[in-house]
């Protein structure tokens, strides 16, 4: 193992003794509190990027039960392919091109002023961080990957910076589990060991207080084999988390290092989280990332998201914001694609599909520490999926190589930079009074339209939590309060013994109402339906596991529980209101004194 990677380590001090260009060509300013990427030549720019722009699939592959874009069947050769594209992109307003693109093939087009951002997978290609983040063997090998990527690109001046990895998820039960598997020599084990005997003072009996062993009987048996899983209604969950920063801090100060190791200017642009990221793994991220990357799939089909999502990964991380990815498609499209393998953004028209476009991008450009943002992708998916099924109308154009001109349109008609310059309103909220409710407030509980009729801007309510993960929302009728909830809570069934998230570790949220002692307590999440232990509230829930981190709830309190038969405009209202995610992991609180408005 040592031998493999002083090797690499000498091939590394040869590179860097080669001359490799330190002049960072693309850098972060801020402004009057507004963050902004800035040009070689000191202009500032917001990246409106595209993802995949790449020609396809190959003429070896193509299978025509299952057509798919092929740039071969339209274009000479690779050269004309990659002049047109960015040429396409150019004329439609777009700055960057992002992950998963053929570099080599538009490297060439030397007078496309573009910006490029490779996706490296530098530590998902070698099982980080799933296998030991300490084996010289599997450090080596992420020192090639990198270097095979980031050397032919990084003398280029429009290269931006890198994606050191992609959408990994961190699952924390899985992570520990997968640790514990490791052998006995892995340094990552052996941190975990060291972390479980400080924390409970090498004492084994109190850390079972907190998990259910299997297989192992004391710390000494533990550190050659055994099993730990999390024992019901404990606070052991902390550990977990705990365990989970640190692995995000070795990740991220060994990417950083690794990087750096061959190009010292392009700006390290972080892991491009999954539209939901752990509070740990993103305040690890802080102190070795230039920016901070996350892919956005919006919570509505009009292209909006919560508050919460980049908020609390900006305040956490410290660091400006680039939306690796984000999507929308529509049910009409020309390439036959059905939408329904998984749960992104579906509307019903090409032209709601570029309104839900132009939403998104101009809700990034009022928030100030948002420096870029990446549409996925160049072309529609394949008429029936991808490799994994997937098989979305997410292109500029179709599988035919046609463009979707009323998309194309929106994005050519946005002038980003003016945007982003003007100064920006403070957003409405509950504060200034609480709207009227829809019609039927706890109706079309479904993903991407429960709460989409809500007035969400009017009616959020700020939380007094510093790190909030999860949005609460208010609006009213003559007969009850309707307070709606969208949080990120990641239920993980791995956490125990039976693979069941039990009901005492479920999600929690607690509503207090005016001066009241004795909150209304309800039971969210995977499991089991909601419960309640008021019977006057009406409640609706929407959650999962797994990759469904979203848990989307809404519930009725009737006038009578505030003392009333009805309510009116300019009633004042008192609310307290606390969500605890899986196992109390995370908590959020609410509270404060509003007043009903028309």
């Given at each position: 193992m040592r031998t493999i990677f002083i090797s690499a380590s000498l091939l590394v001090i040869s590179l860097l003794r080669s001359g490799a260009d330190t002049n960072a060509p693309f850098s972060i300013h801020e402004r009057e509190g507004t963050s902004w990427l800035t040009r070689p030549n000191g202009e500032r720019f917001f990246s409106l990027g595209v993802c995949c722009v790449n020609q396809g699939v190959p003429r070896e592959?193509?299978?025509?039960?299952?057509?798919?874009?092929?740039?071969?069947?339209?274009?000479?050769?690779?050269n004309r392919w990659a002049g047109a594209a960015l040429e396409r992109l150019k004329s439609w307003?777009?700055?960057?091109?992002?992950?998963?693109?053929?570099?080599?093939a538009?490297?060439?087009?030397?007078?496309a002023d573009v910006a490029f951002i490779p996706m490296l997978a530098v530590g998902m290609t070698c099982g980080v961080p799933w296998l030991d983040m300490w084996d010289t063997n599997i450090i080596a090998r992420m020192h090639q990957i990198a270097r095979d990527q980031i050397l032919p690109l990084r003398d280029d001046p429009r290269l931006l910076g890198y994606y050191s990895d992609n959408e990994m998820g961190w699952w924390n039960a899985t992570l520990f589990k997968m640790t514990l598997e490791q052998a006995p020599t892995s340094g990552q084990r052996q941190r975990l060991?060291?972390?479980l005997r400080e924390t409970y003072h090498h004492h084994w009996p109190e850390l079972l207080r907190d998990f259910e062993p299997d297989g192992v009987g004391s710390f000494?048996?533990?550190?050659?084999?055994?099993?730990?899983y999390l024992r019901p209604g404990s606070q052991g969950i902390r550990v977990y988390r705990h365990f989970l920063g640190l692995m995000a801090e070795r990740y991220y100060s060994l990417v950083r290092e690794i990087i750096r190791t061959y190009d010292s200017r392009g700006l390290i642009l972080g892991d491009r989280y999954q539209s939901f990221y752990y509070p740990e793994v993103?305040?690890?991220a802080g102190p070795f990332v230039d920016v901070v990357s996350m892919n956005l799939n919006a919570a509505w089909n009009d292209g909006t998201y919560p508050r919460f999502y980049l908020d609390t990964l900006h305040a956490l991380t410290g660091r400006p914001v680039y939306v690796s990815e984000f999507y929308m498609s529509a049910e009409q499209n020309c390439s036959g694609n059905k939408n329904d393998v998984s749960t992104f953004p579906v509307v019903t028209t090409q032209k709601e599909r570029a309104t839900g476009f132009r939403n998104t991008v101009e809700a990034l450009l009022r928030t100030p520490y948002v420096v870029g943002a990446d549409w996925f992708q160049y072309y529609d998916e394949p008429t029936h999926g991808r490799f994994d099924g997937e098989n979305y109308n997410f292109g500029l154009v179709d599988i035919h190589d046609q463009t979707y001109k009323l998309l194309t349109a929106t994005a050519q008609a946005l002038n980003p930079t003016a945007i982003k310059s003007q100064p920006q309103p403070a957003r409405p909220d509950a504060s200034l009074g609480v709207p009227p409710a829809p019609r039927h407030p706890l109706g079309h509980f479904t993903i991407r339209l429960a709460l989409a009729d809500w007035d969400r801007e009017r009616g959020f309510v700020k939380p007094v939590s510093p790190f909030p993960v999860a949005d609460l929302y208010v609006c009213w009728n003559r007969k009850a309060v309707y307070l709606g909830l969208y949080a990120q809570d990641f239920a993980e069934a791995e956490y125990y013994r039976d693979k069941i998230v039990p009901e005492v570790d479920r999600a929690e949220w607690m509503v207090s109402i005016g001066e009241t002692n004795q909150p209304i307590h309800v039971r969210l999440g995977p499991g089991g339906s909601p419960v309640c232990d008021e019977p006057a509230v009406r409640i609706v829930n929407l959650s999962g596991e797994y990759m469904n981190t979203r848990n989307?709830?809404?519930m009725e309190l009737p006038a009578r529980l505030f003392g009333k038969t009805k309510f009116k405009p300019g009633d004042t209202i008192g609310?307290?209101?606390?969500?605890?995610?899986?196992?109390?992991?995370d908590r959020v609180e609410w509270k404060g004194k509003f007043t009903l408005r028309h």
């Open positions: 592959k193509f299978n025509l039960t299952n057509p798919g874009y092929a740039a071969f069947q339209h274009y000479e050769n690779s307003k777009f700055t960057t091109v992002g992950g998963w693109s053929d570099y080599a538009l490297q060439p087009c030397r007078d060991l060291q972390l000494d048996e533990l550190d050659q084999h055994g099993m730990l993103a305040r690890a989307v709830a809404a609310l307290n209101s606390t969500f605890f995610t899986q196992a109390r992991a």
